[in-house]
């Protein structure tokens, strides 16, 4: 099986613009988890999203928002892009929902923001 | 927070067996221990995950305390390609939480 794909692998963007990124998950899966890795917070949980519904949150502000497609298929948007958004956002599948499901991450969207 | 506690480095020469320890003393009865690691701006790559007994897989080992508070992962024969922060976590129904994890450097 093809594992997680996301797009695009890397972005530039400047204060104030918005990003969606992509993720597709590995076939089959349909949970969707998004986290955010940065040098000095680490590997941070945003969301979830299962059957596209949003099934957890992550301590983000409104600006982070995301949705699912009825294929699974996950997009997260960051508006008013501030320079602490810069980051890699990293995307997850898992077959279903809870604590017993194994999540896979893909390669990851690098953004930086000028 | 994260639920773990893992020395924040290790070193292993290439051959032997690397063993990475993780304190998850206070792990619930239906919480499980899972590992990945992290190359250099990857993705987190899943290596193996457990309940309460050992676990092995082609990767790796995990060995698993019989209280559950501490487990320790295995790579028998470690090579310069499993340099990698290694991450421990414990998972229940909710998210994965990341600690800092340990960045285990395989010395030629």
């Known amino acids: 099986k093809a594992g997680v794909t996301q797009t695009p692998r890397y972005l530039i963007k400047t204060r104030g613009q918005q990003v969606t990124l992509s993720c597709s998950p590995i076939?089959?899966?349909?949970?969707v988890s998004w986290y955010q890795q940065t040098p000095g917070q680490g590997l941070q949980f945003l969301f979830e999203?299962?059957?596209?519904?949003?099934?957890n949150k992550g301590n983000f502000p409104g600006r982070f928002s995301g949705r699912q497609f009825s294929n699974s298929r996950s997009e997260m948007n960051v508006s008013t892009l501030e320079l602490g958004d810069s980051a890699l956002y990293l995307c997850?599948?898992?077959?279903?929902?809870?604590?017993?499901?194994?999540?896979?991450f893909g390669p990851g969207t690098r953004l930086l923001v000028l | 927070d994260a639920k773990t506690t893992q020395p924040p480095s290790m070193d292993c020469a290439e051959g032997r067996a690397a063993n990475l320890p993780c304190n998850h003393s206070?792990?619930?009865?239906?919480?499980?221990v899972y590992w990945y690691r992290q190359i250099h701006s990857q993705g987190p790559q899943y290596i193996i995950h457990?309940?309460?007994n050992n676990e092995t897989n082609e990767m790796a080992s995990l060995i698993i305390t019989e209280d559950r508070k501490s487990s320790t992962l295995i790579l028998p024969h470690a090579t310069l390609r499993d340099t990698a922060v290694y991450y421990c976590?414990?998972?229940?129904?909710?998210?994965?939480?990341f600690g800092t994890g340990t960045r285990l450097t395989i010395i030629p």
């Open positions: 457990g309940l309460k």
């Open positions: 206070t792990i619930s009865g239906n919480e499980y």
């Open positions: 076939s089959g899966h349909r949970s």
């Open positions: 997850a599948s898992s077959p279903n929902t809870g604590g017993r499901e194994t999540q896979y």
């Open positions: 976590i414990v998972k229940g129904n909710e998210k994965l939480t």
């Open positions: 999203y299962f059957s596209e519904t949003q099934r």
